[in-house]
């Protein structure tokens, strides 16, 4: 019965998975912003209070294109800050670690449009606008906390970040291409650009030592002396 060696873990992986965290809250944290920002500039809805009892409020345009614009400057601000989550995800920590920063990414975007979609309305007056309107007098005019019409806006976020990041990634691979000696990925038993080994050549990986001179395929070196049976040089005794 023989035991499974198992290798102990990279240090590199585990600092893959620390930079996915900081990425993740550090997403968060772009969201909190781009909710203050969505509260602070979109368009609100300017309702007036009809009646007290019980309490009730009526736009007074309803044709008012305050609700597109809430929608559009969350789609705008998404897409700004899943570009900065990816470009910022790719720089310091996707080259560097490799795929599983580049899943902290998408997470982290993807937690960024829901923390966005909740702190806007909080940060417009949400919390209080039913206990304002319920103490209102009627016919008073009172501005409505603003809210995502849409929830498919919310895909702006993680689609974003994950194209400039992948983008990028996309970039250098096709430049790689483009230069001189580029050989490719190693395929093993295919020469470096695809096509099959020389005959009598055993397949290698590209960038492994070549036999030496004077040794055959099969990796046994001539004697260049009859062996004892008479037969050719360099054939193996029976």
Same mark, same amino acid.
């Given at each position: /019965? ?16 620390? @930079? ?12 909190? @912003? ?13 309702? =007036? ?5 019980? !309490? ?10 305050? *609700? ?7 789609? $705008? ?11 910022? %995800? ?12 580049? +899943? ?14 909740? *702190?806007?309305?909080?940060?417009? %007056? ?32 993680? &689609?974003? +970040? @994950? ?6 990634? $996309? &970039? ?6 483009? =230069? !001189? ?5 190693? &395929?093993?038993? /295919?020469?470096?650009?695809? =096509?099959?080994?020389? !005959?009598?050549?055993? !397949? ?35």
């Amino acid at each position: /019965m023989t035991d499974t060696i198992t290798p102990p873990d990279s240090p590199a992986s585990g600092r893959a998975v620390i @930079a996915a965290c900081l990425i993740v809250v550090g997403s968060a944290v772009v969201g909190l @912003a781009a909710g203050l920002v969505w509260a602070a500039a979109a368009p609100r809805v300017v309702y =007036q209070v009809y009646t007290l009892n019980p !309490p009730t409020a009526y736009a007074i345009n309803p044709e008012t294109s305050a *609700f597109i614009a809430a929608d559009a400057w969350y789609c $705008l601000l998404a897409l700004i800050g899943g570009a900065l989550i990816g470009l910022v %995800g790719y720089r310091f920590a996707v080259r560097r670690y490799g795929p599983v920063p580049m +899943a902290g990414i998408v997470i982290g975007a993807t937690g960024a449009a829901f923390v966005m979609q909740w *702190f806007g309305p909080e940060g417009s %007056g949400q919390p209080g606008f039913n206990h304002l309107l319920a103490t209102s007098k009627p016919g008073a005019l009172l501005h409505a906390p603003i809210s995502l019409g849409s929830h498919g806006a919310l895909a702006f976020w993680p &689609v974003a +970040a @994950a194209a400039v990041a992948g983008g990028i990634e $996309l &970039v250098g691979v096709l430049r790689a291409h483009r =230069q !001189p000696g580029y050989i490719g990925l190693p &395929v093993l038993g /295919m020469g470096p650009y695809g =096509q099959p080994p020389a !005959p009598g050549v055993p !397949p290698s990986w590209p960038g492994s030592p070549e036999p030496s001179a004077g040794t055959d395929p099969a990796g046994s070196e001539p004697s260049g002396e009859p062996d004892t049976f008479g037969g050719d040089p360099g054939r193996a005794a029976l």
